[in-house]
């Protein structure tokens, strides 16, 4: 089944302890991103990836960092997370080009 | 600065009624355009996509102006099961440093009553 996985699916830390949460997807997508939502806000771009080893900045990318090192991988690492960053993350996949986006199920984070 | 402007709603709406939702976005090279179905906490999934000359997928029309750069979408007998969030999506080719051309809209919240 083609599919944008992410993982854990649920998590609350605190602050300052790292964690990465893992997006896979089985589709060969070139593009893969993350987005993070929160009320009002609508979805906003962290970071996006358009192939390996190619990563940029979204619309809000302070306090993350992620890496491409797999086509199928695309990880979003918080090295010292802030309550700011609770939120719900969504990770998504689409091929080059003027083509939809898959989601993956979401990630919701709460930092304490 | 590219935007996707949606009414955030909530639209509440009798069960049966027809519902029509708009979406204006900025960027005129905007080049495809999808309406999204978000549920309460899901992640948002492809409800269709939008073609020059209109397009019907059951009892939704969606519309695309554009000369006015907006999209519509058009829900007819409305079911309970329609409540959700809508998100318009445009996919575009930008210049310059930035996002990878994907914008999502806020999204209009719908509520289909009883």
């Known amino acids: 089944e083609a599919q944008v996985t992410q993982n854990p699916r649920y998590l609350i830390t605190v602050t300052g302890k790292k964690l990465t949460v893992t997006c896979s997807q089985n589709m060969n997508h070139e593009y893969m991103s993350w987005y993070r939502q929160d009320p009002g806000l609508g979805l906003r771009q962290i970071y996006y990836?358009?192939?390996?080893?190619?990563?940029d900045k979204g619309d809000v990318p302070e306090g993350y960092k992620v890496s491409r090192k797999e086509k199928r991988n695309f990880p979003l690492i918080l090295e010292s997370p802030s309550p700011n960053q609770t939120s719900l993350y969504f990770c998504?996949?689409?091929?080059?080009?003027?083509?939809?986006?898959?989601f993956g199920q979401g990630t919701r984070l709460t930092v304490v | 600065r590219k935007e996707v402007e949606q009414d955030p709603g909530p639209f509440n709406v009798p069960e049966g009624a027809t519902v029509a939702f708009n979406c204006t976005y900025s960027?005129?090279?905007?080049?495809?355009f999808f309406w999204y179905r978000q549920d309460c906490r899901k992640e948002p999934k492809l409800l269709m996509s939008v073609y020059s000359s209109g397009n019907e997928d059951g009892r939704f029309t969606a519309q695309l102006n554009r000369a006015s750069q907006y999209i519509s979408l058009l829900i007819r007998d409305s079911k309970l099961s329609d409540s959700a969030t809508y998100l318009c999506v445009v996919n575009g080719v930008y210049s310059g440093g930035g996002a990878d051309g994907l914008t999502f809209g806020k999204g209009t919240h719908l509520i289909i009553q009883p």
């Open positions: 998504a996949s689409r091929f080059r080009g003027i083509t939809e986006a898959f």
């Open positions: 990836s358009m192939n390996v080893e190619v990563t």
């Open positions: 960027n005129s090279a905007s080049q495809s």
